[in-house]
Nanobody
Framework: VQLQASGGGLVQAGGSLRLSCAAS????????MAWFRQAPGKERDFVAAISVGGTRTIYADSVKGRFTISRDNDKNTVYLQMKRLKPEDTAVYFC?????????????????WGQGTLVTVSS
């Protein structure tokens, strides 16, 4: 499975962005999807995950109420709608897939990774 993330950019604090992650290759299999982020000099952190059917979601406490993960299985695409962005949301955002029905939070649970898209939030 190949993952291609896009949609990053520069936004002012309080603004919004929507990230997309398009999957190609063995997309006939079931994959839970997730977004992670990595700020300079820091570890890669979990942001949000979504189950195969899109009915179960998990969020990091730091983004609850501001970010929404969703997926369109017909388009093999996962989205991350980010609202009320803060400077501390600045990071490279990665999408990831795991061969399971439900999502998970550990980095090590994910097998496939996209290349990352940079989100910069200015104060």
């Amino acid at each position: 499975v190949q993952l291609q993330a896009s949609g990053g950019g520069l936004v002012q604090a309080g603004g919004s962005l929507r990230l997309s992650c398009a999957a190609s290759g063995r997309t006939d299999s079931m994959y839970a999807m997730a977004w992670f982020r990595q700020a300079p000099g820091k570890e890669r952190d979990f942001v949000a995950a979504i189950s195969v059917g899109g009915t179960r979601t998990i969020y990091a406490d730091s983004v609850k109420g501001r970010f929404t993960i969703s997926r369109d299985n017909d388009k093999n695409t996962v989205y991350l709608q980010m609202k009320r962005l803060k400077p501390e949301d600045t990071a490279v955002y990665f999408c990831a897939a795991r061969p399971s029905v439900t999502g998970a939070t550990p980095v090590s649970d994910y097998v496939y990774w996209g290349q990352g898209t940079l989100v910069t939030v200015s104060s």
